[in-house]
Structures are given as structure tokens and as C-alpha cells.
């Protein structure tokens, strides 16, 4: 029992020396920078759609933090939508699950990409965008 417990703790102090890779990375940061960037766009052209063309939200729960005008908006963009995947990332990244780290801010992105194409697309039908 003794041999075990023996093994079990160089073990332990052969792992505890091991060095962890960096969370910020190159490719966190431009996954990270990249989702910054597309939901500060989403941002701009949702509260374009709601204040000047009297759009609506047609996510009912950004629909609650998008009704509070812009401070809603950046709570729900930078709070949720920025600050969320960076946590989930880095949980992942603590637990050694380097290679799935970087799907949060990309996931979050493509949604994003695709709310800011809806958002275009309805701003060029009502005619605002000139």
C-alpha cells in the first residue's frame, strides 16, 4: 500500500511540474477578437433597426435586454454574447479540452454572422439604408 501511495505522489509532483499552454493564444485571440467584432455589428444594426425603422427583436430573450435600449444592448452583446463564450472557453481550456476552447466564440459568431445578414437584409427592404 505504501509502493502505491508512493507512486500516486511522484506522480502527482511530475505532473504538478508539467507547463499548461497559454490561454490567450494567437488563435483565442482572434477567435475572440472576431466574435468582439461581429456582435458590436449585430449590436449597431439591431438598435438601427429599432430606433430609426420601429423594427422589432425577434429573439424573445434578447427581446428583453434589447427593449432597454442601448444599455440593454451592450449588456446583452458584450455581457452574454462576448463574455459568455470567453468563460466557456476558458473552463474548457482549464479542463484540458484545448481543442475544443475555440467553438464557443465561433459558434457564437455564425450566429451572430447570420443575425446581421437577417438585420441587412430588412434594412435594405424598408429602404433605410441609403
Not at 476552447?101 to 451572430?112: H, K, M, R, Y
Amino acid at each position: 500500500m505504501a509502493k502505491v501511495l508512493a507512486v500516486l505522489l511522484i506522480a502527482c509532483c511530475c505532473a504538478a511540474g508539467q507547463a499548461r499552454p497559454r490561454f490567450w493564444t494567437r488563435k483565442n485571440i482572434i477567435l475572440h477578437s472576431m466574435n468582439l467584432a461581429v456582435q458590436t455589428v449585430d449590436m449597431v444594426y439591431t438598435r438601427y433597426g429599432i430606433d430609426d425603422l420601429h423594427a422589432r427583436e425577434a429573439d424573445p430573450v434578447a427581446r428583453c435586454f434589447v427593449d432597454h435600449g442601448w444599455a440593454g444592448s451592450v449588456a446583452l452583446s458584450y455581457g452574454l454574447n462576448v463574455g459568455g463564450p470567453a468563460l466557456i472557453s476558458y473552463a474548457l481550456h482549464r479542463r484540458r479540452h484545448e481543442r475544443l476552447e475555440g467553438l464557443p466564440p465561433i459558434a457564437l459568431s455564425v450566429g451572430g454572422i447570420a443575425a446581421t445578414i437577417s438585420n441587412t437584409i430588412q434594412v435594405q427592404r424598408s429602404g433605410g439604408a441609403r
